[in-house]
């Protein structure tokens, strides 16, 4: 089994300041986890994704994820925000083997940035 | 390459009435989920479809909602006698159906029942 909890359904921060969105997983296997982003009114766009090679992932956009297998996290972080980063981010989890390929998707955070 | 693609992208229909909408998944890819999204919320697994198997339905939430794939290209999801509950936006994703299993997304059909 497997699920994935988002701490914080909402965050606000100031254009130019730090991002850090927070993802928690908990899985029977060795996980894949991705993020994903929802800009309004779009589909989802694959950020970036662990699978068990390096730990600190780089994706698109300037947005980076570490994962820590001890605290089993896997935050999203973003050294400085910009207006077009608003929108709603899924962190996701999936077993990297077995036959089971159903994605968990956590409740999402949605992410304001302020001028 | 083209990505997932979904018609219509926007419906609205009345309660009672059936509605079929379409997804494509990107070519080659064996894997298809169909997910519903409603308002502020997150995504609700309804169906997978991977090669010939048989599909996983267990996210279907009533008997009204069904869907149909033709090998390895196009799906239909069809909600009969819709209610206004079933509005919603229906998202399709494929993936290659191989681990990781990362799943690329179609826009999506925003469903209207009014």
């Known amino acids: 089994a497997q699920s994935v909890t988002q701490l914080d359904s909402h965050v606000s921060v100031s254009e130019g300041t730090p991002v850090l969105l927070r993802c928690n997983y908990s899985s029977s296997y060795s996980p894949s986890l991705f993020w994903y982003v929802q800009h309004p009114n779009k589909g989802l766009q694959l950020l970036l994704k662990?699978?068990?090679?390096?730990?600190l992932v780089k994706g698109i956009n300037g947005f980076e994820a570490e994962f820590k297998k001890s605290e089993t996290s896997f935050h999203l972080t973003k050294p400085s925000a910009h207006m077009s980063d608003a929108a709603e981010y899924f962190c996701v989890v999936s077993p990297i083997t077995g036959t089971a390929s159903k994605l968990t998707f956590g409740t999402g955070t949605r992410l304001q940035v302020t001028l | 390459g083209a990505g997932v693609s979904q018609s219509p992208s926007n419906k609205v229909t009345e309660k009672g009435k059936d509605v079929e909408l379409r997804c494509d998944p990107i070519?080659?890819?064996?894997?298809l989920y169909w997910y519903r999204q409603r308002l502020g919320q997150g995504l609700e697994f309804l169906i997978y479809f991977q090669g010939n198997s048989a599909p996983d339905k267990s996210g279907l939430p009533s008997d009204r909602f069904s869907a149909e794939r033709t090998g390895e290209s196009v799906s239909t999801l069809t909600i009969q006698r819709t209610q206004q509950e079933d509005s919603a936006v229906y998202l399709c994703a494929s993936s290659t159906g191989l681990a990781p299993y990362e799943q690329y997304f179609g826009p999506g059909t925003r469903l209207t029942v009014t």
């Open positions: 662990y699978t068990s090679a390096a730990t």
């Open positions: 070519s080659g890819h064996t894997a």
